[in-house]
Structures are given as structure tokens and as C-alpha cells.
């Protein structure tokens, strides 16, 4: 099946939520005005509708994440889902159980969505189209291809900060060639008809022919930042390189490092996002970090909500498929 | 036993015969074209009308999982699809377990083959001693028990100084060195083209870089050592205008390249469809088509199926913890004449690269032509029958193609080994 339309039922509803790529401008919108309406509810005493009572959610993490593990269960909690969750890294796989088996065992315990993070890219591809019917996958990130979710949080925040995609300029900085929170802004940006996006880093960290992604390719940062309205940072991921990338975080954060001087390039209102965990000295300087553009923890509270939408879309799609059988 | 092959079209590159007229076949070989010989008296007639003839297809790549690997595949199985394919002769790389790199590997192989009797199967050669790319296997002995050439297959070499004395060692006992150039370090843990298509999937890249540097070296080393070198599975534009320049300056250097890479690029990777993981990887269609016109202007000489038949699980997981290969033994020949119809090479020319050119790399005395007197490998089939490729009902133990539902043409009707015909229309006959 094609990576674009498994994640569609016949319906053109989401059934899967695996990459932004092919999706419609029209249902990312639904998702952000869905995850609108839901951030009332964690403001409310009661923390909870009752959308997917009697749903089962399982986390199925074969990578170690504290924050979007965590926001997906609240997600999940305030729908009033039973969560479950797993962490694979220290458990069957090590026992020489394959994927395949794992979903299997998991599916027989009648289980309605997987949340999954995976190392390898088209993991989540993979697990959709080996999945039973009724089941739900929404990607939590897979290898180096897609995080959907993070990557409409961070649209859900720019479009409450800034309105309108479409006059704004957007800078990615950093390890693009690793990152799939990336890739999956990208393609949610110019799905969504953003002006511009731009992404800056040294030669060794942007991924071939880069821009054939839709993005302007930038090496100077200075040059990059001048003028926009956005400016996401990408963590260094130390533990993917595995190779001569850089000389030296030193090195790396005075030329790639957000600090004062070069975000004062960018427009004076312009906000500083980051997907999370933020290495301080690294890629972004403390006082960027916790200053008044600043709008990390923001992000962090709207995964919440964004979260809650997503699953909420697709469980519409499965009571259909459950009505049907 | 006498056959006669009658009113079939002849094709056999070697001689330039390209006509219909009568096969004569007579105790194993080949005995006369057009007119009988003298008192020829046949105990079979086959009927070949509308059907062509040609020699039994030679496939210098294709892997038959025996010994080490059975439960992928047999050299029984393989064989047996190899005939229904119309292949008769079949060079497999030494990755064994254990490795091809001593005479009773080589035997064990071709004695098992020679029991089953549905090819000729010729192991290559281990260039360095379990392939661990720094001690020279014992290629003398190795050559002896029937070894066709050495190979260090996609293992890499400790370094180029071991390159150098493969190649002069080699070369002092007149063998083929049978190379794939991949630098491991550039190839790093990739899996795919690096390209717009491992960008956009996130997947782990193989630049172009990596075939062409390492080509570059072995060839600087072949133009020096005088070494005779056959690379294999070249997928680059680069490469090919690197051997087209190799072979202008008269270096004994010759190349193939499968059959797939000749039809798939990395955008059949789009769907991370696990049967489109190969090494060395599909490439942009710029280098497929640099590829198709490097048949067309015979610097690669010869197409091999690259066989890797594998279990069902072996593809069943994320793309990059998938075994790369495809099963490929079945659409060597239609995905061959796939080419005429693409009008990259003529009928006999693309009969060439997987018969005659084939035997020319591989130095055989006899086979690949249909000249009297050599031995009767014949491959007949029916270029206009059209067909599915069902996994249903593939010969090969290994299922794993993405050729499933393509419809192909041309078909093997028979196939004769040694005069004795093994292959009636989809049935072996034992």
C-alpha cells in the first residue's frame, strides 16, 4: 500500500497517523482546531472527556523518550483511554522475539491504537500495514523519517503566536540531517504555505540534495536568521554521531549556537521554538533558552492537546471500521 | 539419446546464426545446424515452432544459499528453478558457511550440483581466507577443483596493499579477480541511494562516492599489476564511463549488472517496500539509464540476475533491518528482453549478455554457443508468451521479488543440459 494512503480510510479520514507528508492542508487545520477546543480541558478541574472510554492505548516505545511518552499518556488519560505502557528497549526484542511477534502478542490482548517510537526509519509504516483493521498507529517518531505529532504541536503554537502561515519566514538550525522533527516540520510548514523555510547548518549535518525538500539551504547563520519570524532549533543529537561530523561542541555552538547577536537578526518579534531536550551551551545559549522570545515550554504544553486531536481523528476513523464489522 | 529441434529460430550470438532451422543433438553435444548429419535418426523431435532457440543462459551471480543457509534455500531448489528458467549454468559467490576458500568447499558444492544434475554450478573463489579481506586463499588449489575466478564478494579488503597482492597472485595463475567495488567507510551503515529519496525517508544513505572511489582504485592497481578484472553489479553513470575509459586504454577489465538494477530506481523505495532493499542500492534514473546505455554500447558486457533467494521473515521488518536481495533467477530473461522491447539492445544482443558474454567472462571452453560439437546446454522459449510472475508459483524457495505482478514476457519452454532435456514447459523432468 502507498505510505501516503495507508494512513487514509475510505473515507479520507485519518485512520493511521504516520508522516505529515501527503496529508491535506484542510486536515491539519482540523487537527489544530481540535487540539484548540481540547486545551480548555486541562484547565478545567476535571481534566477529562470521555472520548475513548473503554479504548485501549498502548505505548510502545523501542527507544527511551521521557516527554513525549509522557504527553501522550496525559493525552490519552484526559480522553479517559486505559494507557499502557511499554518500553521495548529492555524487553522482548532483547529476547529475540521480532517486531512482528510483539505487535501480534499485543493485538491479542485487544488493544485499539499503538503510540510508537522506533529507531528505524518506516518502522511506523511498517507496523500500520501489518496491523489488524480496528488498530490505530500514530507514529512517535521513527528513526530519522517522521515525528507528525511534534511537528503539528510546533504548527499548533506558531499559528496561535503568529496567525497567518502564510507571510511568515521560518529558520531550522542544526542537525537536520538526523532529525526526523525536521523533516516532519518541513513538510507541515509548506503544507500550510509558509513563505519560506530556510534551514542552516555545516555541510555534514544537512542531508543531500536538501533542497529538493522545498527549503533554502543556508550554511551562514547570520545570513539565515535575517529576518524571520520563526527560528527552530534541532538538538545536537550526540547519540546518533557516529562519525566525524564536527570538530567540537565548542566550535559548533560559535557558529551554529542561537545567541543574542544572531537572533537580533532575525525579526524583533520573532520566536525561538525547540522540540526538546535542550542542550544549553550547545545549540542555544541559556538566556535564549529562558528568554522573552523563548517559547519551549509553551510547546511542551500544547503537545498535550495536539496529542489528544490526533487520537481523537482517528478513533472516529476506527468506530467506523468497528461499525462496519 | 538424439534430439532433433525443428522449424525453431536459431539465435547464438557467438556464431552470428540468427535463422530458423534444425537443431541436431546427439550423445550430449551439439552435432549439426540446418541439414541432419549423415544417418541421423532422432528419438525425440521438439517441435519449436515460433518458439527461439538459443544457448542455456549463463548467470554469473546468483547465490544458492548451500552450504550454511538451507533454510532460505538448496542448491536442489535452486537449480531446479534455475531450469525451469532457462539457465544451465550458475557462477555463485563464495559467501558460504563456510566460505568458499578451499578445494572441499568448491567439491562439496559441485558434487551436490553434479547429484542433482539441473546445472552446472560454478563457485567462485574466496579472494582472502574467510573473506576476512587480509590472508590470500590457496587460489592455485581453488582454481584446480574448478573455480572460475576469485572474489572477495562485498567484503571489504584490509587495504589496498592486499588488493595488490590479490591481483598479482591472481594474475600469476591466469585467474579472474571478480570485484564489487563498495568502499565500506563511505557505504557506512546506509541502505539506500544517498538522494532526494533517502532524504525525504530519513533512511541512512549510500553516496555514489563509494562505487566510484573504490573502482578508481582497483582499477589504478589493475592498470599496474596486469591483474584481469571482472567487476560485478555496477550501479553509477560514473562507473560505467570509468570502465568505458579502462577498456580505451586496452586494460583487460570487463563488467556486469543485474537485471534489476537495469529496471528499478531508488524511487521504487518511496513506500519503504522492503523488496526493493538491494546492495549495492538502487540508484537515481539517471544512472539507470547510464546503465541501459552501457549495454547498448557494450562496455557492460553482461547481466546476471544477482540471486539472493530468502525466508518470508527476512523482509518482514522495518526497511533497514530487512535482508537486502532479490530472488531473481526467474525474470533473468524476461526482464533481458525487456530491453529489446525498451530499445536498448537488439534480440541477439541481449541473448548475448546472458549467454555468450558471459561465457567469455567466465574463460569457458565450451558452452554459451551453439557451434557443433559443444556440449548441448540449450534454452527454448516463447518470446511472445505473456505472464505473471504469482509467488504462488515461483520455483525458487525465495519469494522475495518485487517483480510480483509485472507482466513479463517471454517464457521458457525447454531446457536441455548436456543434450538431455530436464525442462518440458514448467515440469522437470527427472
Known amino acids: ?325 | 539419446m538424439r534430439i532433433r529441434i525443428s522449424h525453431g529460430r536459431i539465435i547464438d550470438p557467438a556464431s552470428g546464426v540468427d535463422s530458423i532451422q534444425d537443431l541436431y543433438i546427439a550423445a550430449g553435444c551439439i552435432v549439426a545446424l540446418g541439414r541432419a548429419p549423415a544417418g541421423f535418426s532422432a528419438d525425440r523431435t521438439l517441435d519449436a515452432q515460433g518458439l527461439i532457440v538459443c544457448p542455456g543462459l549463463i548467470d554469473l551471480r546468483a547465490q544458492l544459499r548451500e552450504p550454511g543457509e538451507e533454510h532460505k534455500a538448496t542448491i536442489a531448489s535452486e537449480t531446479r528453478a534455475a531450469a525451469q528458467s532457462g539457465i544451465t549454468t550458475l557462477c555463485c559467490p563464495p559467501a558460504t558457511t563456510p566460505v568458499v576458500d578451499t578445494p572441499a568447499v568448491v567439491n562439496l558444492i559441485r558434487n551436490r550440483a553434479r547429484q542433482i544434475g539441473l546445472a552446472k554450478v560454478l563457485p567462485l573463489g574466496a579472494l582472502t581466507r574467510g573473506l576476512d579481506g587480509q590472508q590470500l586463499t590457496e587460489m592455485r588449489a581453488l582454481k584446480e577443483a574448478g573455480c572460475p575466478g576469485v572474489s572477495n564478494d562485498l567484503r571489504p579488503l584490509a587495504n589496498l596493499l592486499v588488493l595488490r597482492r590479490a591481483m598479482e597472485y591472481a594474475a600469476t595463475h591466469d585467474l579472474t579477480l571478480f570485484l564489487q567495488p563498495e568502499d565500506a567507510a563511505l557505504a557506512n551503515s546506509g541502505c539506500v541511494h544517498e538522494g532526494p529519496v533517502a532524504t525525504r525517508l530519513g533512511l541512512p544513505g549510500i553516496p555514489a562516492m563509494a562505487e566510484t572511489t573504490a573502482l578508481a582504485s582497483m582499477l589504478a592497481l589493475a592498470e599496474q599489476t596486469g591483474a584481469r578484472c571482472h567487476f560485478q553489479l555496477l550501479t553509477t553513470e560514473r562507473a560505467v564511463q570509468m570502465i568505458a575509459e579502462a577498456q580505451a586504454q586496452g586494460l583487460p577489465v570487463t563488467a556486469d549488472v543485474s537485471a534489476y538494477h537495469l529496471q528499478l530506481t531508488d524511487l521504487d523505495v518511496l513506500d519503504f517496500d522492503s523488496l526493493c532493499h538491494v546492495r549495492p542500492p538502487l540508484r537515481s534514473q539517471r544512472d539507470r539509464d547510464a546503465l541501459r546505455n552501457g549495454l547498448g554500447s557494450h562496455v557492460l558486457a553482461a547481466i546476471c540476475s544477482d540471486h539472493q533467494p530468502h525466508e518470508a521473515d527476512a523482509k518482514l521488518a522495518p526497511f533497514v533491518e530487512t535482508a537486502p536481495g532479490i530472488s531473481g533467477l526467474e525474470t533473468l530473461l524476461p526482464l533481458a528482453l525487456k530491453l529489446v522491447d525498451q530499445n536498448i539492445l537488439s534480440l541477439s544482443a541481449a541473448i548475448a549478455t546472458i549467454t555468450t558474454h558471459p561465457a567469455q567472462i567466465l574463460r569457458l571452453q565450451d558452452g554459451g554457443t551453439l557451434s557443433p560439437g559443444q556440449p548441448a546446454d540449450v534454452c527454448i522459449f516463447d518470446p511472445l508468451h505473456y505472464w505473471t510472475l504469482d509467488p504462488h508459483h515461483m520455483h525458487s524457495r525465495g519469494h522475495n521479488t518485487p517483480f510480483l505482478d509485472w507482466e513479463l514476457k517471454g517464457r521458457v519452454v525447454y531446457t536441455l543440459l548436456d543434450g538431455v532435456l530436464i525442462h518440458e514447459r514448467g515440469a522437470i523432468l527427472e
Not at chain 1, 53 to 68: A, Q
Not at chain 1, 292 to 301: A, C, E, G, H, K
Open chain 1, 1 to 325: 500500500m502507498n505510505r501516503h494512503t495507508i494512513q487514509l480510510d475510505a473515507q479520507n479520514r485519518l485512520r493511521h497517523f504516520l508522516t505529515i507528508e501527503g496529508l491535506k492542508r484542510s486536515l491539519l487545520i482540523e487537527i489544530m482546531d481540535l487540539a484548540e477546543s481540547f486545551s480548555g480541558v486541562s484547565e478545567q478541574s476535571v481534566k477529562k472527556v470521555p472520548l475513548l472510554r473503554g479504548k485501549t492505548v498502548v505505548n510502545l516505545f523501542f527507544e527511551p523518550s521521557t516527554r513525549t511518552r509522557t504527553t501522550f499518556e496525559l493525552a490519552a488519560k484526559r480522553l479517559s483511554a486505559d494507557v499502557l505502557n511499554i518500553n521495548i528497549a529492555a524487553s522482548a526484542t532483547t529476547k529475540g522475539e521480532t517486531l512482528l511477534d510483539t505487535l501480534h502478542n499485543l493485538e491479542a490482548m485487544h488493544c485499539d491504537m499503538f503510540v510508537v517510537r522506533h529507531a528505524s526509519s518506516g518502522s511506523a509504516h511498517f507496523i500500520a500495514s501489518h496491523v489488524a483493521p480496528h488498530i490505530s498507529v500514530i507514529n512517535a517518531g521513527d528513526g530519522r523519517h517522521a515525528h507528525p505529532t511534534q511537528a503539528m504541536l510546533d504548527m499548533f503554537t506558531i499559528r496561535r503566536l503568529k496567525g497567518d502561515f502564510h507571510k511568515l519566514k521560518v529558520a531550522i538550525v542544526g542537525d537536520l540531517l538526523h532529525s526526523r522533527v525536521a523533516r516532519s516540520q518541513i513538510h507541515a510548514l509548506s503544507t500550510l504555505g509558509v513563505d519560506e523555510i530556510r534551514v542552516i547548518g555545516p555541510r555534514t549535518l544537512i542531508p543531500a540534495a536538501a533542497e529538493t525538500l522545498g527549503v533554502h539551504v543556508y550554511h551562514d547563520m547570520r545570513n539565515g536568521l535575517r529576518d524571520v519570524d520563526v527560528v527552530i532549533m534541532l538538538r545536537l543529537q550526540y547519540e546518533r554521531m557516529n562519525g566525524a561530523f564536527l570538530p567540537s561542541e565548542h566550535e559548533y555552538f560559535q557558529v551554529y549556537g542561537l545567541t543574542e547577536d544572531k537572533l537580533a537578526l532575525a525579526k524583533p518579534d520573532a520566536i525561538v521554538m525547540h522540540p526538546g531536550p535542550i542542550n544549553r551551551g550547545v545549540e542555544i545559549a541559556s538566556d535564549i533558552a529562558d528568554g522573552r522570545q523563548s517559547v519551549i515550554l509553551q510547546q511542551v504544553t500544547h503537545g498535550i492537546a495536539v496529542r489528544m486531536a490526533v487520537m481523537a481523528l482517528t478513533m472516529r476513523s476506527h468506530a467506523a471500521a468497528l461499525e462496519a464489522t
